[in-house]
């Protein structure tokens, strides 16, 4: 697909396949076009060319909340939480949106547990560090259940310690069969959890496959070292 802005091509031609059961790896420099990416999958921006697949169903017209209902849920790298509510009402004003509406109690309970954020849910979403503001961003988009899980920069501001759990719960979802895509700049996080990594540059895919080949591309590290 292609996005122009202007006479500018934030995305030249990229393809992209995210799988079921698999972690997908977006990486490149800052201005790559990763989140122009993700806003043209979710349906906040339409591409100038090409189309977006769900489930082989072509979407590209579709707005975002009727991608949302074809099981589709993303995290902003710009936090979106509701500041004054706590974590556990965060939480629940998305399950309470999600197909799952009629258990919402039961649901945000499962996430608090899973995401290992129970001991602060009655913490104000303003008063979290980040990195645990980001998990919270993630329970909010695991609550639409969804199939297809678009996650932002969601390692950014956590510990070594919290993307050692974050490493384990993204495993577990592809687990469960979601396809996860992951843009993000930790290496050692994309390096141990992603199955296919892509790297764009400048609007174009530079090199795909599996972590440890993407690794020792050299055309990877001339695109960060900036040529
Ligand atoms: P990344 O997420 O990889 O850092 P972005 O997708 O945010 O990159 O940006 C890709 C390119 O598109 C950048 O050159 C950026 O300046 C440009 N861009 C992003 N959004 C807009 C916009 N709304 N209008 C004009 N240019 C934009
Ligand atoms: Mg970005």
Redesign the pocket.
């Known amino acids: 697909m292609t996005?122009a802005?202007?006479g500018?091509r934030?995305?030249d031609g990229v393809g992209l396949t995210a799988e079921p059961g698999r972690v997908t790896g977006l990486i490149?420099?800052?201005?790559?076009?990763?989140?122009?990416?993700?806003?043209v999958v979710s349906g906040l921006?339409r591409p100038s060319a090409g189309r977006v697949l769900l489930d082989g169903r072509d979407v590209t017209r579709l707005g975002p909340a009727r991608r949302a209902r074809c099981g589709l849920a993303r995290t902003f790298?710009r936090l979106e939480l509701f500041g004054r509510l706590s974590v556990r009402d965060n939480l629940r004003v998305a399950a309470e949106l999600g197909p799952e509406r009629r258990r919402a109690d039961r649901v945000v309970a499962e996430l608090l547990d899973r995401l290992g954020l129970a001991p602060i849910a009655d913490a104000h979403a303003d008063t979290l560090p980040t990195g645990v503001a980001r998990l919270v961003e993630v329970g909010r988009a695991l609550a639409a259940r969804p199939t297809l899980l678009l996650l932002?920069?969601p390692a950014a501001g956590q510990d070594g310690e919290e993307t050692e759990r974050f490493a384990a719960l993204l495993r577990s979802l592809a687990g469960d069969g979601v396809a996860v895509v992951l843009?993000e700049h930790d290496m050692g996080l994309v390096m141990s959890v992603c199955d296919q990594v892509h790297v764009?540059n400048?609007?174009k895919i530079i090199s795909s496959g599996p972590p440890e080949v993407v690794r020792g591309d050299e055309t990877v590290l001339a695109a960060y070292l900036g040529d």
């Open positions: 996005v802005f202007g500018h934030a995305l490149g420099p800052n201005g790559a076009g990763k989140s122009t990416l993700f806003d921006r790298q932002d920069e843009v764009l400048l609007g």
